[in-house]
Each structure stands twice: as C-alpha cells, then as structure tokens.
C-alpha cells in the first residue's frame, strides 16, 4: 500500500504523452444518471447516459447503445463475475448465433440512450446492501452478439462496421453499478447553472444582437474563443468554464460516516481542459471554490466547440451541463 | 656419518582472523573484526601465537634411509588456550613427512595469539623443516648468536618493499633494518632471547610478533600485513554463517563500502549478490530467490524490524557505520529462524572500540547527511557508547520540482524526509561477556495536496499521507562462559508505525511489538554441539482501516476504489507467537560437517503449532589448498498468514501457515589464493499458500495456493586483496504459482529469469580508488491490458484496464552500468574522503513499469531513473 501511494503521488506530479482525457477524440460516454443513485428492492431506476462523439468533425451522428441487464450481487461484488451469468443468457436469447443485436429482449437487452432496469425484490437477501450492475455497449457503427468475439472485454460482444471491429475511438463498454438500500437514499448533485470566463452565459439571440466577444452560431449568440496556435498548450490562454454546484448537493456519507465527496470531471469537443477533474467537496478539507475548469484551444481548429462539465458524488450521483463556444 | 635428525621450527605467523569459525564452539562476534582506529594512533595490538613448547617428530625410517630431507607446511588451529586443536598439512612433503609433522605438531603448545591483550583463537601456516646433519667434522664451530630472518607480504603472493623492521629486546634495546623488494630482511647476531619484532608500512597497520631467538639456529618468519581500515566499520556480509548453514558468502568492509550504485550502504550490497533478485523501480523491496518480499525478515540482531530500506528504496534503515556484520541467508537457514518462507538478513550492529579513544564521522551526499560518534562513556569505568543518526534533505530540495512538474495540480504540503537513528551503551562485565542496552528506530515522511483527484481513483484527491517508522529498545547480552558454553539473550519492545491517508482512505496501523530470542550452546564433545533457543513474539496492535478489500494480484481491477463501498475496521487486537528450537552440530570426522535441527512455532491468529525440521551437510573433498567442499540442505519453512489475511473484517477465520520445503546442494572450489567459484543449485516447494478467491460471500482466504521456485546461483570471486576486490554473480532462476490445484502453474510476480551481476574496485594508490557494477536482470513481469480499450465505470467515469493473464508479459530487460571514485586524503589526526557513484552512466532508462492512456488503448513503457551523480564527503577521526 506504501509502495501504491507514493507511486500514485509520483504519477500525479509526473506527466506523459498521452492526449488527455478531456480532450474527445472518438466515441465517448461521459456520464450515466440514475434518477435514484441509491436504488430500493423491487424498484425500476431510469438510467439516461451522456454522450459525444468526437470522431466525425461536428457532424452529430447517433451510435447504437445497447444495455445489458441482469446482474445482482455477483461475487465479491465485482463487475467481472457478471460475465458468465450474463454470457449464458445471451447465449440463450440468440441461440449460440453470432448477429446483430437491433431488438430488445426483456429483462436482458434493451436499446437507447435512456432505459430502465429491474431491482430485484431480494437483491438484499438479507443484508444491508446489495448491487445491481447495468452493463452498455455504445458503438459507431452495429452492436453484435457474438459467442467468441475477438479482443474480448468478457462480454460476448463486438462492434463492427462493414464486418470491421471498430477501435476504441469508437467502441466503449462499461457498465452502471447501483447501490441497493433498503431505507439509504442518495439524492443527484444539482447544478444551478455555469459561468464561462467568469461571466454567466449571454441570453440575447442573434435577433437581439450579441454582446461583444460573441458571434451567431444559428440563432444563438455564443462566446468566441481565440484559437491557439502555439507550439505548447503553456503558451496558450486559458478561459475558465465553471459549474454552479449547489451547495447542497452535498449530503452526509453515513456509510463512511463523514460528508460525501464531490468532484466535476471536464470535457471538450473540439480543445481541451488544462485539469481534467477538481475537486468540490472533500470529506476533510470541505467545499471548494476552486473547481472550474480551463479551457485552452490547444490543437483545436475554428468552428463551434463544445464544453461538458460532469459533476458526480461517491455514491453513484451525477449531473451534468454543457455549454457552446465557436473557436475562431 | 652420523645423521640425526635436526629440526629448525619455523613459524609462519598467519593470522586469519576470519570470523568463520572453523574451530567448533567459537563465537563468531569474538573473531570479528574490529573497527579500526586511525593510522598513525596505536592500533589494536595484534599478537601472533608463540611457540612455548615445541615437540621433536621421528625422523621417517624411509626418508632417512635415502638421506631425504623435507620441509612440510602445515595449518594449525590454536585455540584460546594455546593448545592445537587440528593440524592439517597445506604443503606436502611426502615420504612420511607429513604423518610425522602432523603429530608433533599437536602435541606444541603455544602462548596464544592476543588482539587487545585478549586471548583469542587463531591459525597459522607452520613450516615443520627436516633436515639430516653431517659427520660431527663437518660441524661448524658452534656460535652464541642467532638469526632472524623474515619476509613481509600482504595477500597471497604480494611483497613489501622498505618496510621498516624493529627487533627489540627485553631491555628495549632496538635493532632496525628495512625490507627488500622482495620483501625479506635480516638481523644477525642475536644474543639468545625473546625479541619484539614490529613492522610498519606505510598504508598498512603495524604489525607486532614475539619472537624466540636460538643460539645457532636462524628464526624465519612470514608476516602478512593488513591494509589500513577506511574508518568504516569493518563489516562482514554472510551468505549464512558457520556452523549451521550450507552457503558462506562473506565481504569486508572495504567491499561493502566502496560497491558502486550503492552508495557505500551495507544493506543495499545484498542486491548485488547471487539469489537476489532486482525490486522494481523505487519500491526498495527485497526479493530473494522468487519470494515474494513478504517473506523475507530482517532482524537487527536477532530484533525483528519491519522495513529494511527507506521509502524510495535511496538507503537502508541501519547505516553502514553501525554495522559490523551482515548474515543473510537467502534459504535453507538454521533453526534459530522461523515464520519466514524467504530469506533472513540479520544486521549485527557493530561491537564497542575498546581502545579508550573517542572516535566521530561526518557524511554528506546530495540525498542524505549522518553523523556517529564512539568511545568511552565519561565517569562509567568499563562502559563505552555509540551514537548516530542519519537525516535526509531531499526534502529541501524535491518539493519544488514535483510542483513544477506537475504544473500546479499538486502543491507537497510536506516534502519526502526520513531519518534513522541508533543510540547505544556496552560493558564487558567479564573478558567473555558483553551487555549492551540501546535504542534504534527509523521514520520516514511524505505529504502531497492534491488539487484534482488521480485519474482513474477520483476518491483520492486533497490530502496524500505517508508515515512509517519504528523504534526499538533493545537490551542484549552475550556470554562464553567457558570453551564449552556459550549464551545469548535480547529482548527489544518497540513500535511500528503505519499511516496512510487519501481522501476517504485511511490506513492506520499502530503496533508494539515485545520479542525475546535467547540461546545456550553446549559444545558436549569435540565432535558435538548442542544449540537450544527461544524466540518469542508478541504484538499489540491497534487497527484503523477505511479501504475497499485489495484486488487479488493479477485479476481484473474492481473498478475505481470509490466504487467499490469501504470496509471498515477500528479495533485492537494481539498476536502472540511463541517458538522454540534445537540444534545438533556435529563433525563426525574432520571433512564432514553436519547440522539437524527442529523448531515448533505457535501462532494464535492460527491457533496451530507448526513443527518444522532442518539440517544441513558440508563435506570438504579435498582439504588442502586448492580446496573442494561439496554442500547439500534440506528443511521445512512455515509462514504464518498476513495480519489483514487473518483479520475479522478483512480476513477469514480458520487459516494455516503457509509451508515452504527447500532443497539446495552445490560446491566450493578454491581456485587461486584470491579467487574462488562457489555453485549452488535449489528448489522450493511451496503448498498450503494463503490464496483470495472469490465466492458468494465476497473474496475470502483459503490455504489453495501451491508453487514452487528452482534455480542455479553461481559466484566467482576474486577475494579482497590491497588493490582489488570483485566478483561475477549470475542467478538463474523460475518461479510459478498457482490459486488452486485445479489451474495451471502461472509464473510469479517476482519471477525474474536470468539476474547476472559483475563488479569490481581497484586501489589506484595515493588515496585513489575506482570500480564498476554492471549488471543485467530480465525484466519484471506484468499483467497486461486486453481488449479494445478498458472497461468503462459511469459512476467514477474512468477506465479499468481488463486484465489479460496475470504477469504474462514481461518488461524489456534491465541493465545498467555505476562507476564510482574515491579519493581520500589523510592528515595526522583525522581523514577525509570524497567520492563520486555515478549511477547509469550510459544513460539507459530501463523500463520499470507500464503506463497506459486514460481508456487503456495506448501502452508505453516507463522509463527507469536516468543518470545520477551522487557526490559525498567524508571527515572521520
């Protein structure tokens, strides 16, 4: 544990030459809300994702989502031992035959980017808590059951275009794990709206004419960016894009028997953040005013770019807001 | 004609005080090497054995008959009485020569060899001459004076030139006269007596003997001379030390001083030796022959501790200066050690200069600066202390660095420090005995803020805490009370501390361990030595845990640590473990050495008694020089689980100790004087292994596990003469387990196939030194990343990687190349030294581990530590 946490300190201070995270590139999930983070026996929680696709310039096209149900308390609560259970009843549902999945099957498959899902009536079975774990496949081009599917992730599961595996720009698998209480809730972090360089978001149309630093991108008038075109994102300038938590988001942890912590994890179409995620509340230190991102047009190119800002708490709560720039 | 038989006893005056004991019963602290005082004071007196009583051999019938003549060099073991106790021939003369020479010479009688006016064993090379006289015509006239007549050497064959001889005698008149190059000198014209002869050369310590003049006869003498010490304490590295152990591997001090890359720090030479394999990047683990680090103790003189490097792995925790001898034994170790599976390094810390003076050394390097001083305790007759302490200040420097890497996104609240320290005072109650109190202890320190949380773990963010540290009162005494019976007790009480803290995350361990070993050896006969010894453990432990259970190693991750729910455990709990052994040695014939050996170990947190059995032979083939030893062990090793194996919240009830079951045979072949080859094979079967699997209930620890660990070590050592020292270590080597019987054997975690080591320093002269450690280990397994990407967690939104077979790729190989320099400088009250150890000179950045992108599409290697200077200064007196 030592050894993990002064590496962890290292890597922290320590970069590399990876693009980051913020940065999107290909498909990407950015985040998964269930209307009750903390789920009761017997109840159908809605689960409605966020998504964005970096990999067609601008051109907002709609991948499959596919979700997979029917996981509860695997052993060890561990994401993976849903894998066998699940496998076999896919193998069911499509008779062993490798094809596209573009129909639902009830209980187990269901399509879009909003579903629900079955709790159980015993998934506490007795204990204090359980969990339910809502597995997805978001995919540009079609979601396959196949029984042996090459670079398996464990599901039995391939994305294809034109009979091509796609890549991870633009396949991502995951899955949503809900927390079962019998009486426990946990309510979504609220966000009470955003500021961009400081200043809330302009309201006037282009009818009405934008404000200075704003230009018309259809009807509305959004902020205009100056791209970057230096040779090093430090020499770029950073626009801060923040969003407006609400202070009482913040609820009491009683299984960890303190506050919960609150992090915003930011995102951007077209640029990047400087600091992917900070910090909004944490257990120890308490509320922090100093969570907006920076947003810099490092390697992006002219046109409309747009911010997300993900707002989750430790027990599986999320919000989420985005807001639209043109670079120019 | 009239023949007799003529003897002329020559003395060859060879005093190899190494602290392998090769006569039974000695205790292996009591030949160990002093510190060294500085070169102009009066050094600790070294006496060489003189003949008292000295015994005609019959002249062989057959030599005589054929009027041959006949020099036999013989080694005799002289015990602290005078007394021979073994005498073997080194220099055969044949014909009978030798069976006569040999038993004259056990019946001599000596006045035995001192070191500090303190008796002591020793060995010396004797030339047992025959020689036939002529007719009494041919007698010259019988003269009243005698000669002495010598040869000064240092190693095996080296000579010393204008070294200045000083005859004495009784009524302190002095004679001098100064060696030629080849290294002999003379005095004639002795009136018969006892003289003083003192040689003194310039970088060598003075060297004293007694010696007996006869009217017409001519005394020859060899004398070896000792370089001069490097202020450092002279410090011993085992393999294991005689006589209970198969493998002897031993390194003076100027050895584990001046080995490059290390930093002149005794604890980290370990990895430069057969069997030890290299830890991965800064984790300052020690890995002996494929066990995990787990399962290796360390003890400081019999003292359990629980650390044995410094966090960053950038020094040890017991500083070279405070050590007088290292025994590590990397398996098949004797019964006094238990609850380990790996390996043992026991530190011995160094034993008080008796010679009344007070001594101090300064260091500084760029990581860390140490300061100890020694001598007699003021106003205690008869006691002496021992202080030092060591402190890093990396600190001053680091914090700023790793903020500007990180560009802002971590501030360090507290940059790394560690320090260690070591406080001690010693009597000798009796001229056999020694007590000694003390208190030693270790600390280390890290603080980071983190402004946003690690990618990937968004709970750990804010404050990152890292403490660990211990102390130890320790109380030991050692006593030989006669030739026949030896007794040693410690008992040490302590604490050790743990403290990890991120986010939501604690970890905070809190432990005060109490321990007793004590030991009565009874040499019952000349062929039998018994051994019998306690060691008892018992541990107060106080237990905050706020964690998700860890991932079991090689399974696919469970998802960002907040994910996953924390399990909590507040609670104190005690661990005793008690244990006791015996010992049989014996030497049923003077070639063959053998030792059994059972223990029984009790642990309360498994309710179970453990008994296991050692033993071990040494069988030397060929006894005179060059010298064959053949060599072979076998016994069994239990492991008690982890704490947190056995814990209420974390753990799982009804657990047995891990077993281990090793096997080792090989050889020892001298080559030359200085150069020796020593190859040992060995296997370790591994069953009842604590295993996590996972089950309905959640992961839960079950004795499963199996494995096993084969492999060859090899050393080819050039031993330690005034100019140079070096050896070639290679270790091959396997290592796989498995979770269950019913799975394939997987490797290892710590596997590492091939680890060779090649070193050397040579003495320039004028103060100048320079040597170089090379060295290639394969690379360190890992697990890789599979599928397309990794697994995607909405509720942490970050990536896990999906894990492909555990540790089934393996990192490029390691190598790397440290050169280090020293010169030092010596003025007539003190000494200074600077070096230079250049780690990777040629800059190769080795990979230490993999990193991956955020979605684990994208792997690259990282890269190891680049080239590092580390430049030191060194003032001692």
Redesign the interface.
């Known amino acids: 544990?030592?050894?993990v946490?002064?590496?962890?300190?290292?890597?922290?201070?320590?970069?590399?030459?990876?693009?980051?995270?913020s940065s999107i590139t290909g498909i990407r999930?950015?985040?998964?809300k269930v209307d009750t983070p903390y789920a009761k026996p017997a109840s159908k929680p809605t689960l409605s994702?966020l998504y964005a696709d970096g990999t067609s310039d601008r051109v907002v096209r709609d991948p499959k989502i596919v979700w997979f149900h029917g996981c509860t308390n695997p052993?060890?609560?561990?994401?993976?031992?849903c894998y066998p259970g699940l496998s076999q009843r896919l193998g069911q549902a499509f008779q062993g035959h490798a094809q596209i999945i573009d129909k639902e099957v009830p209980g187990l498959v269901t399509l879009g980017h909003t579903t629900t899902t079955d709790v159980p009536a015993d998934a506490l079975a007795g204990k204090p808590?359980g969990k339910v774990f809502v597995f997805?496949a978001v995919c540009g081009g079609d979601v396959s059951y196949d029984p042996n599917p090459p670079?398996?992730?464990?599901l039995p599961i391939r994305?294809t275009k034109n009979g091509e595996?796609?890549?991870?720009?633009e396949?991502?698998?995951?899955?949503?794990?809900l927390?079962v209480f019998d009486k426990l809730t946990n309510a979504n972090p609220v966000i009470d709206g955003l500021t961009f360089g400081g200043n809330a978001p302009a309201t006037k149309t282009c009818a009405e004419g934008c404000p200075a630093d704003h230009a018309c991108s259809g009807s509305r008038c959004l902020p205009v960016v100056p791209l970057c075109t230096a040779s090093s994102e430090?020499d770029c300038p950073q626009v801060a894009f923040k969003p407006l938590v609400a202070r009482a988001s913040v609820e009491d942890d009683p299984?960890?028997q303190?506050q919960e912590?609150l992090?915003v994890?930011y995102a951007a179409l077209n640029g990047r953040f400087?600091?992917?995620?900070?910090?909004v509340n944490?257990?120890?230190?308490g509320w922090n005013d100093?969570s907006e991102g920076k947003f810099v047009t490092f390697k992006a190119h002219p046109g409309e770019a747009t911010l997300f800002a993900?707002v989750?708490d430790?027990r599986?709560g999320?919000a989420w807001i985005s807001f639209d720039v043109i670079v120019q | 004609m009239q023949r007799t038989m003529g003897r002329i006893g020559f003395g060859l005056a060879l005093l190899l005080l190494s602290t392998a004991a090769r006569a039974q019963g000695l205790a292996d602290d009591r030949d160990a090497p002093k510190d060294k005082p500085k070169a102009d004071e009066k050094a600790e007196e070294l006496v060489a054995p003189a003949l008292e009583k000295f015994v005609d051999a019959d002249y062989p019938a057959e030599a005589e008959q054929q009027a041959l003549e006949g020099n036999v060099v013989l080694v005799l073991d002289i015990d602290a009485s005078g007394h021979v106790t073994n005498a073997s021939v080194s220099q055969s003369a044949g014909h009978g020569f030798d069976e006569a020479a040999v038993a004259a010479a056990k019946q001599f009688t000596f006045k035995p060899a001192t070191r500090g006016g303190k008796p002591i064993a020793a060995r010396i090379l004797y030339k047992y001459a025959f020689t036939l006289k002529g007719a009494p015509e041919e007698v010259e006239e019988a003269a009243t004076t005698g000669v002495l007549r010598g040869t000064v050497r240092v190693g095996a064959d080296g000579a010393i030139d204008n070294a200045t001889i000083l005859v004495t005698d009784a009524s302190r008149k002095i004679v001098s006269t100064k060696t030629k190059a080849d290294g002999t000198w003379e005095v004639k014209d002795l009136a018969p007596g006892n003289y003083t002869v003192s040689v003194q050369a310039e970088g060598y310590d003075v060297f004293k003997a007694n010696e007996d003049v006869v009217a017409n006869q001519s005394t020859e003498v060899v004398y070896r001379l000792k370089p001069k010490s490097d202020g450092v304490a002279e410090v011993v590295v085992r393999g294991e030390p005689p006589p209970r152990e198969v493998t002897r591997r031993e390194l003076s001090r100027r050895e584990l001083s001046r080995i490059p890359g290390t930093n002149g720090d005794a604890l980290k030479a370990i990895q430069s030796l057969p069997g030890v394999a290299r830890a991965p990047?800064?984790?300052?683990?020690l890995i002996v022959r494929g066990s995990a680090p787990a399962d290796t103790q360390i003890f400081v003189d019999g003292t359990p501790v629980p650390i044995v490097y410094h966090?960053?792995s950038f020094s040890s925790v017991v500083p070279t200066e405070a050590i007088e001898k290292l025994n590590f034994y990397p398996g098949n170790f004797g019964a006094q050690y238990g609850r380990a599976m790996g390996g043992i390094v026991d530190v011995k810390l160094r034993e008080q200069n008796t010679d009344g003076k007070l001594h101090g050394m300064a260091q500084v390097d760029l990581i860390d600066a140490r300061v100890m001083a020694n001598g007699p305790l003021p106003f205690a007759k008869n006691w002496t202390f021992f202080v030092a302490g060591r402190r890093s200040w990396i600190d001053a420097w680091i914090g700023p660095v790793?903020?500007k890497?990180?560009?802002?996104?971590?501030s360090i609240t507290s940059a790394p420090v560690y320090y260690d320290y070591q406080a001690f005072l010693e009597t000798k109650p009796t001229a056999s005995s020694r007590f000694r109190i003390g208190y030693f202890g270790s600390d280390d320190k890290?603080k980071?803020f983190?402004?946003?949380?690690?990618?990937g773990?968004?709970?750990?963010?804010?404050?990152?805490g890292?403490h660990?540290g211990f102390g130890r009162f320790q109380a030991l005494y050692e006593n030989q009370i006669s030739d026949a019976v030896r007794v040693r007790a410690n008992v040490a009480y302590g604490y050790d501390a743990?403290n990890?803290n991120?986010?939501?995350l604690k970890?905070n361990i809190d432990t005060n361990p109490l321990t007793s070993r004590g030991e009565v050896s009874v040499k019952a006969t000349d062929w039998l030595t018994v051994n019998v010894g306690e060691d008892v453990n018992y541990t107060h432990a106080k237990v905050e845990v706020?964690a998700p259970?860890?991932p079991r190693p090689g399974e696919?991750s469970?998802?960002p640590i907040?994910?996953?729910?924390?399990m909590v455990q507040d609670s104190s709990r005690d661990i005793f473990r008690p244990g006791m052994y015996g010992e049989l040695e014996l030497t049923p014939t003077e070639r063959l050495r053998l030792v059994a050996g059972g223990r029984a170990d009790y642990s309360d947190d498994t309710q179970k008694w453990d008994p296991s059995i050692r033993t071990s032979a040494r069988y030397t083939i060929v006894n005179e020089f060059p010298k064959t030893i053949a060599k072979a062990g076998w016994g069994t090793f239990y492991q008690p689980p982890q704490p947190q194996e056995t814990d209420s919240v974390f753990g799982s009830a009804g657990l047995r100790s891990n077993k281990a079951t090793h096997y080792s045979v090989g050889a020892e072949q001298e080559i030359t004087r200085h150069v020796d080859l020593s190859i040992e094979g060995y296997y370790k079967d591994l069953t009842s292994l604590v295993t996590r699997l996972?089950?309905?209930q959640?992961?839960e620890y079950f004795n499963t596990g199996s494995g096993y660990v084969a492999g060859m070590e090899l050393l080819l050592r050039y031993k330690a003469d005034e100019h140079f020292f070096g050896w070639i270590a290679y270790t091959l080597s396997r290592s796989e387990r498995r979770d269950t019987d019913d799975k394939g054997l997987t490797l290892f975690q710590y596997d590492q196939p091939h680890i060779l080591t090649a070193l050397g320093s040579y003495k320039l002269g004028k103060g100048w030194e320079i040597g170089a450690r090379f060295r290639y280990v394969s690379g360190s397994l890992y697990t890789p990343c599979?599928?397309?990407?990794g697994?995607?967690?909405?509720?942490?939104?970050s990536?896990s990687c999906?894990s492909g077979t555990a540790f089934s790729q393996r990192l490029s190989a390691f190598h790397q190349l440290d050169v280090r320099v020293d010169k030092t400088w010596e003025f007539r009250a003190w000494k200074l030294s600077a070096y230079l150890d250049l780690y990777n000179v040629y800059n190769h950045q080795s990979p230490d581990d993999v990193?991956h992108?955020?979605?684990?599409?994208?792997e690259?290697e990282q890269k190891g530590l680049p080239i590092i200077p580390s430049l030191g200064l060194r003032a001692e007196f």
């Open positions: 544990m030592k050894r946490l002064f590496a962890l300190a290292m890597l922290a201070a320590c970069g590399n030459d990876f693009d980051p995270k999930v950015l985040g998964v994702m052993n060890g609560g561990l994401y993976h031992q808590q997805f670079n398996s992730s464990g994305c595996d796609l890549s991870a720009d396949f991502v698998y995951g899955y949503t794990p927390f430090t299984l960890n303190s912590s992090w994890e400087d600091s992917g995620t900070r910090v944490d257990p120890s230190h100093d993900v989750r430790n599986g999320q | 990047g800064l984790s300052g683990l966090f960053g790793l903020d890497a990180a560009g802002g996104s971590t890290l980071v983190l402004k946003g949380p690690v990618e773990e968004p709970a750990i963010a804010g404050d990152l890292l660990t743990t990890l991120a986010g939501s970890l706020h259970p860890p696919a469970p998802g907040n994910t996953q729910g924390l996972p089950t309905a959640g992961n599979t599928g397309i990407g697994f995607y967690d909405s509720a942490s939104g990536y999906i990193s992108n955020f979605n684990f599409s994208r690259v």
